[in-house]
């Protein structure tokens, strides 16, 4: 990939530099508390953190959206050569084929080289995030990267999740979808609504078949820049029109079975259709990238599938774009639709030392993730032979012997790692709130440089209205729900539609609309 990842140093320059936005004093105050805030204390290196309120007022109502880049993680380092101070910060990923990796950093820089600083003026972009962790996508489009500090105007993006929250959908058949994806193309599809960007998301939030108790959970999130850009439609751009739809991997883990699911494909589809026929984007100025290359068993067609949804595919949009893309009036329109990925990453070099119980020389890293991030790996079901447990990589190191270092996470051994792509699963269960990393090697020739902690999650499938667990919302479970009305709601109930804590009259008619036959037929 192009992208860089922003060490501690670049993002004080970043921090440093005088743009045309200044982000909101509590964000100033927090970095420069952080930059500030390291401290050695008895040979050990200690991160402070500071909490802040969240300024963005206008962007995700009062609470603005859910900024990852000022979630960071206490670290130390009890034992090993520091030759330079770890860092840690949270970021998400897009999941390509081959369970590929393309982060948020990536993404951004992807965007600023290729499509902002090659122009004279920047292209309108909107973008669209329906997968897994997604808000974790805005913070570098906000603030920038090494490639352009300060960040970008001219664009707006909206995600069905934040940066640490899952996006969920439903696989009942004819019902196939993103929950907030779907919201939101009914918001901007012009046969139906034709709405603005920001009234889109906002519409989409109080969408029927969007329920309360899943907005809850997912935290959809949105910003601009300018606040003009609020304003704009998908084919507000008088220029050039181009669009990348990708969805990287559209498996499902319905009831323990994995399969290829149809609710990406489907919405994917409507959103092509959109394009397309309603808002003048030419065909072949679309490009559509999707799982192997292939549609999913029994999908409608319709859907022009350009190729796998490869990395390279991915980079591919951005380097060599359908048209070319010249300035201020030609708009861009990027979705994504597939599953997200959340990691930890640690950036820095430690050496290992002797060790004086052992033979073998070791290092060991300390920290305490954010409980945003516990909550996360807790909340994601994983399935060894779907998308994988969560898993420990190296991403450099500086081994020259090419010794096999040992890696234990919280005092269990992970396995042994020869070469850096190597991934180390783990047992979600051994992450708590606070954490030790060991490694350990043949001899002290070994320096550990950057590594990362990593989910990746899969689309749940929404059980809201399906009381009896079978899968189909149908009349059982309507009648389930009128039986009980006026009765207190327990956590997690499927039979409080609305999320208000009861379960009433009201409830059954919002789950009579995802009934998955005709009169809610079993």
């Given at each position: 990939?192009?992208?860089h ?8 320059d ?14 100033s ?23 802040c ?6 962007n995700?109502?009062a ?12 670290i130390?380092?009890p034992?090993?050569n520091v ?7 949270y ?7 081959g369970?590929?990796?393309i ?5 951004a ?5 290729n499509?902002?600083l ?6 309108s ?6 997968q897994?962790f997604?808000?974790g996508f805005i913070?570098?489009l906000?603030?920038?990267?090494a490639?352009?500090?300060?960040g970008?105007?001219n664009f707006t ?7 640490s929250?899952?996006s969920n ?7 196939q ?9 009914v918001?901007?599809d012009a ?10 998301y906002?519409?989409a ?22 606040d ?7 084919n507000?751009a008088?220029?050039t ?23 990406m494909?489907r ?8 394009l ?10 679309v490009?559509?990238?999707y ?8 999908a409608?067609?319709g ?12 980079e ?6 359908p048209?070319?893309?010249k ?5 861009i329109?990027?979705w994504?639709?597939?599953h997200?990925g959340?990691?930890l ?6 050496g290992l030392?002797a060790?004086?119980?052992g033979m073998?020389?070791?290092a060991?890293v300390?920290f ?6 516990l ?8 399935a060894?032979d779907?998308?994988g447990?969560?898993?420990l ?21 992970l396995g042994t790692?020869t070469?850096?792509?190597?991934r180390?699963e ?6 708590t ?5 060991r490694?350990?090697?043949?001899s ?21 209205c399906d ?5 189909v919302v ?6 389930a729900?009128f039986?009980?009305r ?8 499927p ?22 036959n005709?009169?809610c037929a079993?």
């Open positions: 990939m192009s992208g990842r922003l060490s501690q140093g670049a993002r004080a970043v921090a440093s530099k005088t743009v045309d936005h200044a982000p909101p004093k509590c964000e105050t927090h970095r420069l508390q952080k930059l500030l805030g390291v401290t050695l204390v008895s040979g050990i290196f200690f991160f402070a953190v500071v909490s309120a969240w300024a963005t007022a206008r995700n109502g609470a603005g959206y859910q900024d990852q880049s000022l979630v960071f993680t206490p130390n380092v034992i090993g030759l330079i101070v770890p860092t840690a910060q970021h998400s990923s897009i999941i390509a084929q369970l590929r990796r982060t948020d950093t990536d993404f820089n992807l965007v600023f080289d499509f902002v090659a122009q004279a003026a920047f292209p972009l909107n973008i669209h995030m329906g897994c997604g808000g913070d570098e906000d603030h920038g990267t490639d352009l500090p300060g970008m105007s993006i909206n995600s069905a999740a934040a940066w929250r899952l959908g439903q696989e009942t058949a004819s019902k979808r993103n929950l907030y994806s779907n919201a939101w193309w918001q901007v046969s139906i609504n034709n709405k603005q960007m920001l009234n889109a906002t519409a939030l109080t969408f029927p078949l969007f329920l309360a108790p899943e907005r809850a959970k997912q935290m959809p999130q949105y910003f601009s820049r300018p003009a850009r609020d304003a704009a439609f998908l507000s008088p220029g029109k181009i669009a990348l739809l990708f969805v990287g991997d559209d498996r499902v883990n319905v009831a323990g079975m994995i399969r290829r699911g149809q609710s494909y919405d994917a589809l409507r959103m092509y259709g959109t397309i026929n309603l808002y003048g984007y030419a065909p072949n100025n490009k559509v990238y799982h192997d290359g292939t549609a999913p068993p029994g409608p067609m859907l022009p599938i350009d190729g796998p949804a490869t990395v390279a595919n991915f591919s949009f951005f380097l060599a774009p048209q070319v893309i300035g201020e009036d030609d708009g329109f990027i994504i639709s597939d997200g959340l990691q990453q640690f950036t820095g070099q430690v030392v060790n004086p119980v073998a020389a070791q060991q300390d305490s993730p954010d409980q945003q991030f909550d996360a790996v807790a909340s994601t079901e994983f060894k779907f998308l447990l969560p898993y990589q190296l991403d450099s190191v500086l081994n020259s012997g090419g010794e096999p270092i040992s890696v234990f996470l919280n005092g269990s051994p790692v070469n850096p792509t190597d180390l783990f047992d979600p269960g051994l992450l709130s606070t954490n030790s990393i490694f350990e090697a043949p002290f020739s070994v320096v550990i440089g950057d590594f990362s902690l990593n989910i990746q999650a899969a689309m749940r499938e929404s059980l809201i009381v009896d667990g079978n899968e149908d009349r059982n479970d309507i009648n729900i039986a009980a006026g009765t207190a709601a327990v956590a997690d109930d039979r409080d539609a609305d999320g208000d804590g009861m379960v009433t009259v009201n409830d059954a008619r919002i789950c009579t609309l995802l009934c998955a005709t009169n079993p």
